[in-house]
């Protein structure tokens, strides 16, 4: 797995540099797919599968996500559909790997916190970049009684691009599905971050890690 430089670190950089500038799209169609999640639960409830909460959704989510580049409405929006319907406990222990049994509780709810802000602030300014073009392709998943976990398998594209596979891990907890990984052409989000939070840990360790997310943060923040 390629671990990206203090350039890259900590943001989509790790994958977006092996791929392109095709992956200025994905970033944002991941956060388009999880916008359709979000307003799917919420509008038909958590007892539907969650491909049909993502198809129910899509082309009146996409037509809003057109009409709205302005970053700061872009971030408002994501706050507003994708929190609740988020698993950021789950998805930063797994970034964090084994370094997140050394943080004691403080930290662990500072990387939270962060670590949330980040990816809400990261796909936005991605997805300020999405065109009239954008279409969200969402595969039919098999089910049986009693499963708590679940891929939803996407195909983001733009008009004379290839489509490119984004798939949501997503866990029933609660009686409410959750994404816990975003999966972009078999290159998981979770993992691509453990590796840049590894190599900061190791210079700087958890605090140091901390304040990276939170200098990151806070540059996305000013634009």
Same mark, same amino acid.
């Given at each position: 797995?390629?671990?990206?430089? #203090?350039?890259?670190?900590?943001?989509?950089? /790790?994958? #977006? *540099?092996?791929?392109?500038?095709?992956?200025?799209?994905?970033?944002?169609?991941?956060?388009? %797919?999880?916008?359709?999640?979000?307003?799917? +639960?919420?509008?038909?409830?958590?007892?539907? +599968?969650?491909?049909?909460?993502?198809?129910?959704?899509?082309? *009146?989510?996409?037509?809003?996500?057109?009409?709205?580049?302005?970053?700061?409405?872009?971030? *408002?929006?994501? *706050?507003?559909?994708?929190?609740?319907?988020?698993?950021?406990?789950?998805?930063? #222990?797994?970034?964090? %790997?084994?370094?997140?049994? $050394?943080?004691?509780?403080?930290?662990?709810?500072?990387?939270?916190?962060?670590?949330?802000?980040?990816?809400? #602030?990261?796909?936005?300014?991605?997805?300020?970049?999405?065109?009239?073009? &954008?279409?969200?392709?969402?595969?039919?998943?098999?089910?049986?009684?009693?499963?708590?976990?679940?891929?939803?398998?996407?195909?983001?594209?733009?008009? /004379?691009?290839?489509?490119? $596979? =984004?798939?949501?891990?997503?866990?029933?907890?609660?009686?409410?599905?959750?994404?816990?990984?975003?999966?972009?052409?078999?290159?998981?989000?979770? =993992?691509?971050?453990?590796? &840049?939070?590894?190599?900061?840990?190791?210079? &700087? %360790?958890?605090? %140091?890690?901390?304040?990276?997310?939170?200098?990151?943060?806070?540059?996305?923040?000013?634009?």
């Amino acid at each position: 797995m390629h671990c990206p430089g #203090r350039a890259g670190l900590l943001s989509f950089n /790790g994958i #977006r *540099e092996q791929k392109g500038t095709t992956m200025k799209l994905v970033a944002g169609m991941a956060l388009a %797919g999880v916008l359709l999640l979000a307003s799917g +639960a919420h509008a038909a409830g958590a007892a539907t +599968a969650p491909d049909a909460l993502v198809r129910s959704t899509v082309d *009146e989510v996409l037509a809003v996500i057109k009409k709205t580049k302005d970053p700061k409405a872009l971030v *408002e929006l994501a *706050e507003k559909k994708v929190v609740t319907h988020f698993d950021f406990r789950t998805m930063t #222990r797994l970034a964090m %790997g084994r370094s997140w049994a $050394q943080a004691n509780s403080a930290q662990q709810q500072a990387l939270e916190r962060a670590f949330r802000t980040l990816l809400v #602030r990261t796909y936005t300014t991605a997805l300020s970049q999405t065109t009239a073009e &954008s279409k969200v392709d969402v595969r039919p998943v098999t089910m049986k009684p009693g499963d708590t976990e679940v891929v939803v398998t996407t195909f983001a594209s733009e008009a /004379g691009r290839k489509p490119i $596979q =984004i798939d949501y891990r997503m866990a029933r907890t609660d009686g409410s599905w959750k994404v816990y990984d975003v999966v972009v052409e078999n290159l998981s989000l979770v =993992i691509n971050y453990r590796g &840049s939070f590894q190599s900061e840990i190791s210079r &700087s %360790g958890i605090d %140091g890690l901390i304040r990276t997310i939170e200098e990151k943060n806070k540059k996305l923040a000013e634009g």
